[in-house]
């Protein structure tokens, strides 16, 4: 690894600094001293020498104890590596080291290193593959990405996310409508979010480039970085990260409750070459709401594929029990409907029965009415032709014939050809009578 000159010339001007100051700080008490006791020369610097000695001495207890104390405070595994962590505190790395390697979404050297359980003063070495969130006193720093980068004081690794796509691929278990339980594979790819706006606001995807071949975004990054889910003590279950939640969080919990709007009948029947498979509609559906899901957590949807939806293993032997308890329930739900709707017609019909025959009665009274009160002299052939004439427009009105027995309209016809026969009615203009000659 190539040592940099600055880095060099930065460590030495902390060094000399400090130790300087520390010297001359020594040699102007030792002279002061020497001056006080006005002896010979040799005296004079041997009394310095004994005058010095004791503030060196100070020093060094001054870095043991701190080495000590860093030791205990960070439970770093030698007296040396606490030393080794205060001489870079205090004065800077000397050359490149240490660092860590960052690869595949990982720590892939340096991960039981003091750096990365205290933080810098440090470097990083971060592949095209990966980017780093760092923390620094207890506050998320920065994004960094492909390339070098040094840490300041305390500044460590908080998160690493994986820019490479991901494929995961899940098998889901549901119940179906009837309250089968079923199983269908999910198979899904994604990876972090790298669509930017353009200038009309539309979201546009980055081109890979050599120096960046899995493209991102900082948000991007910091979303996905924020949203692991992190279990209470004594949980057995694994903490989450972005991918498992995009998995077990979002794409679980959709399919499942796609799946239980639908019949397994309907899931499982064949279709015709013409016809969309059932199985097409819900991975549009489960792709759709995916990717609205997936960009609040900074992830892009990549690809849906579903595999075989098929019955459960341990319900196989149960299926055509439960699927007639299914059917035989829905059967008594549609029956009990159609009753209902029955008993509705029959309620209607005799409203419409009851309005038809009060229609009648009122037509059969306003022509009697008529008859009644005229001025011309009641005879009874003229009464019968009106009630037949009444009852002959009644029958021609279907919601009125709809109701009347088919006694009646029989009876009705023989009366009109009888009295047509007598010539009481002219035949072919229903509703003129004709009166008799005077003293006929």
Request: hydrophobic residues 45%; contains cysteine.
């Amino acid at each position: 690894m190539r040592i940099s000159p600055k880095r060099i010339w930065r460590h030495l001007k902390r060094v000399l600094l400090t130790l300087g100051l520390c010297i001359l700080a020594a040699v102007i008490l030792g002279l002061v001293l020497t001056w006080a006791v006005k002896d010979n020369l040799l005296a004079h610097i041997t009394f310095a020498v004994v005058a010095v000695f004791p503030i060196l001495l100070a020093l060094a207890a001054v870095l043991i104890i701190t080495s000590h104390f860093l030791h205990r405070l960070y439970d770093i595994k030698t007296l040396r590596e606490a030393y080794t962590l205060l001489s870079r505190l205090l004065f800077g790395p000397w050359a490149f080291g240490p660092y860590l390697l960052i690869k595949e979404g990982k720590i892939a050297k340096g991960a039981e290193s003091v750096l990365h359980r205290v933080g810098g003063p440090g470097s990083l070495v971060i592949y095209h593959d990966s980017a780093v969130i760092t923390e620094r006193c207890g506050k998320l720093c920065r994004v960094l990405g492909t390339g070098f980068s040094s840490l300041k004081r305390f500044e460590k690794v908080w998160e690493i996310v994986d820019l490479r796509p991901q494929r995961w691929v899940l098998p889901v278990e549901g119940m179906t409508r009837e309250g089968i339980p079923i199983v269908c594979e999910a198979d899904i790819s994604f990876k972090i979010d790298d669509r930017v706006p353009d200038k009309w606001g539309r979201l546009q995807k980055k081109q890979p480039t050599h120096n960046e071949p899995y493209p991102y975004t900082q948000e991007a990054v910091f979303r996905a970085a924020t949203q692991r889910w992190i279990r209470e003590p004594g949980s057995k279950k694994p903490t989450m990260d972005w991918a498992g939640r995009v998995m077990v969080g979002f794409a679980e919990g959709t399919l499942r409750n796609i799946l239980a709007e639908y019949r397994l009948d309907w899931l499982i029947a064949p279709t015709e070459s013409d016809t969309e498979h059932p199985r097409e509609k819900i991975r549009r559906r489960l792709e759709e709401q995916l990717r609205q899901k997936a960009a609040e957590i900074g992830a892009r949807i990549l690809s849906v594929k579903l595999g075989e939806i098929r019955a459960a293993p341990a319900v196989d032997e149960q299926i055509p029990r439960k699927w007639i308890e299914a059917w035989q329930a829905e059967w008594e739900s549609r029956a009990l409907a159609t009753q209902v709707e029955g008993e509705a017609e029959l309620l209607r019909m005799d409203i419409a029965q009851a309005q038809a025959q009060a229609e009648m009665v009122i037509t059969l009274t306003q022509t009697l009415q008529s008859v009644v009160t005229g001025e011309t002299e009641l005879q009874p052939y003229l009464l019968a032709t009106r009630l037949v004439q009444a009852l002959r427009w009644l029958s021609y009105d279907p919601f009125t014939r709809a109701f009347m027995p088919p006694e009646a309209l029989q009876t009705l016809k023989r009366l009109q050809d009888a009295m047509q026969a007598e010539r009481l009615l002219p035949s072919g203009q229903p509703g003129e009578e004709k009166r008799p000659a005077e003293g006929t």
